[in-house]
């Protein structure tokens, strides 16, 4: 197999986008792709400054090298959850920070631990839903931390994979509220920073090509509280049909991006109040937020 521009020995094949690449010619297909959702979808302003969500995930650190890159003011943002267990959290951090060393980005780290004298696995005693009030704490730090920072937008490492099994998932259960939510960006509002999914319409497979030309090493701990999710399912499924019909996923997905605004107003939401501790909109005040880790009541 040859690569598509210089006929030299092919290093990934990618069926999807009928072509080959050697090394050098995919980095820079890869950079051009990520580069054009991002003007397409207005997501930076050129030079612009922004907040990368990292978990120490492949996808987050890719996002990261690539928005580095492509010359945006890349700041990574991590929040430390305390898990211990299987190593979780310390080995998260701990790829975060090779990473961020390795490529010169420089990183944050919020520890919960640091901040409230606790972790995930302490309230995880007594709230039953553990990832669903771990995914409120994730986004309140990452927003607030956004906001405080004054950056263009906050970053998450969302695939295409990620984006097209949602939204599967949400056509399944014809889910309005979610599905006009699905965009690769949110735009700001008053209390709410920008945010952003530049890796929204780039596969699993050419992320994967992309870490590994960069010798990116993600973190290999699972966190103990995950279950194995619906979620994986609809990737399955949507994989075995690209396997049929190469490009499927990204029309499936992209063709939504379009169609988006048929949605639109369903995305209106019970009013929002200001919660009184963190000042921030929430449904309620204090927020869940405030009330979990400030002990707010
Ligand atoms: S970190 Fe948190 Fe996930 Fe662990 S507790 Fe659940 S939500 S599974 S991405
Ligand atoms: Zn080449
Ligand atoms: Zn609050």
Known sequence: ??????????FVKLPAHNAAFCPEHFDAFFLRQVARAIKKYRMLPPGGRVVVALSGGKDSLVTALVLHRLGYQVEGL?????????????ASRQACEEFCAAH?????VYSLA???????PDIARRYPRICALCGVTKRHVMNEYTLAVGADALATGHTLDDMAAALFANLLRWDLHYLAKGLPVLPAEEGFAKKIK???????????????????RPVEAVCPYAAEAKFKRYKRVLNELEEKSPGLKRAFYEGYTQ??????EETARPPLVTCAVCGLPATNSPCTFCRIWRDAT
Do not use: T, Y
Request: with cysteine; charged share 25%.
């Open 259 to 264: 169609q988006a605004h048929r949605f639109k």
């Open 104 to 108: 010169g980005v420089p990183l944050r």
């Open 78 to 90: 991590f929040v430390d959850l305390g898990i211990l267990e299987g190593d979780f959290s310390p």
């Open 198 to 216: 530049p890796l929204a319409l780039q596969a699993e497979n050419e992320i994967r090509a992309f870490a590994a030309l960069h010798e990116i």
């Open 114 to 120: 640091a901040e409230f004298g606790r972790g995930i």
């Open 1 to 10: 197999m040859k690569c598509r521009v210089c006929r030299g020995e092919a």
